[in-house]
């Protein structure tokens, strides 16, 4: 088992990450909030892996084991907090929604001068303050521990193209269509529709990040039209798959 890095302090910054790049699992003693300026990021952790565009940051608890890999030419920007500073009284990986005030505020703090100014103080207490008032989202695939959820689970994950009820995914993995459906509620908390669309989702904003074209996209992610998946992920992310890779 490869060796967990501790850091006591969080850094705060900004940093470039290439498709494809990773940091490995690690931890350290201050929350951190975890956004990407352009790219998209998944951070995993032991309950599953949380993803998030341009709108959303994810927040990672003090002490979280966790690691980041990029999808994407990824600006990734991280902001540390001590662990007294909790704006929600989060205890475990969130993904928030990123007002476009709250994306400045978070460039501009990430960007520097790292120093002690009042200037600096007052960029910090308007950042905690927007960051109060960030819904929480539901924009991550929760890991299954059960191994019938977990055959089904890895059957989509290979294949989000597929189209097969979950009565088939069981007879194909050995599970009742009852029995997941109970799973699927008790251990990831949502109902298996609601959680192919989530992987669905992040499968789609991985091809998205590379490039892909919106009905390429669509097709190998098993939605039935390309308006239909631009749908959802409007209702998801706020905007097109269309302007993604254009956001600013």
Known sequence: MPKIRHLSVAPTRAQS???????????HDEHQIVYAGSGVLAVTTEAGTCFAPGTRAIWVPAGCVHAH??????????????PDT?????????????????????????????DESPERARLRAVLLDQLRASPQQLVQLPTPSDPRLAAVCDLLRRRP???????????????????????????????????????????????????????????????????????????????TPGVHNRRP
């Open 161 to 239: 193209d597929d189209p097969r009820t979950l009565a088939e995914l069981g007879s194909a993995t050995g599970g009742g269509e009852r029995t997941l459906s109970r799973l699927f509620r008790r251990e990831l908390g949502m109902t298996f529709p609601q959680w192919r669309t989530q992987l669905r989702l992040y499968h789609a904003l991985r091809m998205l990040a590379d490039d892909m074209p919106v009905t390429a996209v669509a097709h190998r992610c098993g939605w039935a039209s390309t308006s239909a998946f631009i749908d959802v992920f409007r209702r998801a992310f706020g905007y």
């Open 17 to 27: 990450m290439a498709p494809g790049e990773e940091v490995d699992a690690h931890r």
């Open 69 to 82: 890999r990029a999808y994407g030419h990824l600006a990734l920007h991280l902001l540390g907090l001590e």
């Open 86 to 114: 909790n704006p929600l009284g989060l205890d475990s990986p969130t993904v928030l929604t990123v007002s476009p005030l709250l994306r400045e505020l978070i460039l501009a703090y990430t960007a520097g001068p790292h």
